[in-house]
């Protein structure tokens, strides 16, 4: 149980955090909204003259820029920059932002950096959540879970405001209470609350190992799971009615799940008709649904989570992802299309 303190500090942590957001500047906010258009050669280095200048909200997104973005999805601009330049640029107070920042006492750059590092609980997730940045909480708690923290993360209450953005976790809490029990379990996945299915698929696939053996998948629903982790190739030799039910299951996912609409964006502008066999080569290309989970917004007070899963810039990393990965991904396509616009 958490103790009294940590509340009241989260109490501060929220109050300082709707400041900040309330006091973006102009300048911040063009910066912004160069960087959602992927214009890096415009936005980055007047993110970096604001850090400079003090601007500690500039100062982490650029912080979370730096470490948060694969060498993959850097921009044409950025990725041509020499090593002099990319530290004037991410260093421009000669030391890395958030070490800067949460060494003068920033207590969210303090807990971003934490959550990185191996020490990081649930705590941390929770006075993430408490700052407003509700995607890293949420990425963290998924981390946790990989880490063999599972016990820390499926015991949470459900009134703990952390909670209700678990959506993998209530999802699969779903799946256990009634999903299992279905007569058509595969037809009540498609109908099931598409925010946080595909990350409660994968996560009750897992699960089943330890915590929910008496409610697991069942075997083209396991199937699934491994097209969703980026392994088709059991789907793919199940047939076409299997391959024809995963299609349109991460389809409606496209349209849904906010960490599928980047993709979704490529798959849509490349191979529209398409969209479901797109999205699950382009999940065997990048190697699942995992590493889409992680691109979020540098700074979720002042660019939403919503706002940057629909922006140029998140399309345009995936993109340039799935470009680097291809010729190197494991398996065999499970759709052309998508290689051939990418430029595979």
């Known amino acids: 149980m958490r103790v009294f303190s940590f509340l009241i500090a989260a109490l501060g942590l929220i109050s300082a955090t709707i400041a900040s957001a309330q006091e973006a500047s102009p300048e911040l906010q063009v910066a912004t909204d160069a960087w959602l258009s992927d ?82 609980t649930i705590e941390t997730a929770h006075t993430l959540h408490a700052f407003g940045e509700v995607e890293r909480a949420r990425h963290l708690a998924w981390t946790m879970l990989e880490a063999g923290k599972l016990a820390e993360v499926v015991t949470m209450p459900q ?27 595969e037809n009540w996945v ?79 502008t490349a191979c529209g008709e398409e969209l479901g066999a797109c999205m699950l080569e382009g999940l065997r290309v990048l190697g699942g649904y995992g590493a889409l989970m992680p691109l979020d917004t540098p700074l979720e007070p002042v660019i939403s989570q919503s706002a940057y899963t629909t922006s140029a810039k998140a399309a345009a990393n995936v993109r340039r992802m799935i470009a680097a ?4 991904a494991p398996g065999e396509p499970v759709n052309q299309c998508l290689a051939s616009a990418v430029g595979g």
């Open 325 to 328: 990965a291809s010729p190197a």
């Open 190 to 268: 498609l109908v099931s609350e598409a925010k946080g299915r595909a990350a409660g698929i994968i996560f009750a696939n897992w699960a089943a190992q330890f915590i929910a053996a008496k409610t697991p998948l069942t075997e083209e629903l396991q199937r699934v799971a491994s097209a969703l982790d980026g392994k088709p190739a059991a789907l793919v030799a199940a047939g076409p009615e299997e391959v024809a039910y995963a299609e349109k299951l991460v389809a409606g996912l496209a349209r849904r799940d906010p960490a599928m609409r980047p993709l979704a964006a490529v798959c849509n």
């Open 39 to 120: 214009d890096d050669a415009t936005a980055l280095p007047a993110l970096s003259a604001l850090a400079a200048s003090g601007d500690q909200s500039a100062a982490i997104m650029l912080g979370r820029i730096e470490r948060m973005t694969p060498k993959p999805a850097e921009s044409p601009w950025l990725a041509s920059l020499s090593s002099a330049d990319r530290a004037a640029l991410f260093a421009p107070t000669g030391a890395p932002l958030l070490d800067a920042l949460a060494g003068g006492g920033d207590a969210l750059a303090e807990m971003l950096l934490a959550a990185d590092g191996p020490e990081a």
């Open 159 to 185: 009134e703990e405001p952390l909670y209700r953005d678990l959506d993998w976790l209530w999802w699969m809490r779903g799946w256990m209470a009634g999903g299992a029990n279905s007569g058509q379990p």
